[in-house]
């Protein structure tokens, strides 16, 4: 199947999505913190190249991250974000579990320091990839909480950081989400899944 997309195009696209997608999250799971919803974003982008990649040899990923397709517009979407979280008075939902909350709220004060720059040119690239490699790893198999975590819990949880002191991050976080929260209505390890097969649904939608 050829498909063939015009940057223009592909942005809409997304950017259609996004408040879709946002809204899907917080019906079905948690109520978002603003840098959530910029995890969120990326992880709508990320499928839509998924599955334009399982119907078109025409589609690299690595070619879109190189292309530059979406920087300008993740740009435009983390501004928003680190806007809405000042205007909001650095409003951040809580889980009521200190340590939790703690990481939160970095991830949400990490968005203050960081300028356009450093977005464009790295923190978007690294979220993309990072996410972009977590999926397909979880497509093989291999089920794991980092994408949860780095949305609801821990935003920016996904950037490049010590693998050890990530996984006891991980291990931290995961321990504290099953004890505490009601975390089998939520199905944290069934979330990718219950995202794309959501994401999919709505991209059929709109390509129709």
Known sequence: MSINFEKKTMNDVVTHLIPKTTKFVEDN????????????????????????????????????????????????????????????????????????????????????????????????????????KEIARMEKGNNSMFIYINIFFNPFFLLPTDDIEKKQTYDVITFEVIKNLNYKNKKPFMFCDEFMEFTTQEIINILN
């Open 29 to 132: 799971y948690f109520e978002l913190s603003s840098a959530g919803k910029y995890q969120v974003a990326i992880l709508t982008a990320v499928c839509f190249i998924k599955m334009l990649e399982d119907l078109s040899n025409n589609i690299n990923f690595r070619k879109i991250l190189d292309d530059r397709i979406f920087e300008e517009e993740f740009l435009n979407v983390f501004d928003f974000y680190k806007k809405q979280y000042l205007q909001n008075n650095k409003y951040i939902p809580k889980y009521n579990l200190k340590f939790i909350d703690t990481y939160n709220e970095f991830g949400n004060e990490t968005m203050l320091k960081m300028n356009q720059t450093i977005v464009k040119v790295d923190v978007f690239k690294l979220l993309f990839l990072e996410t972009y």
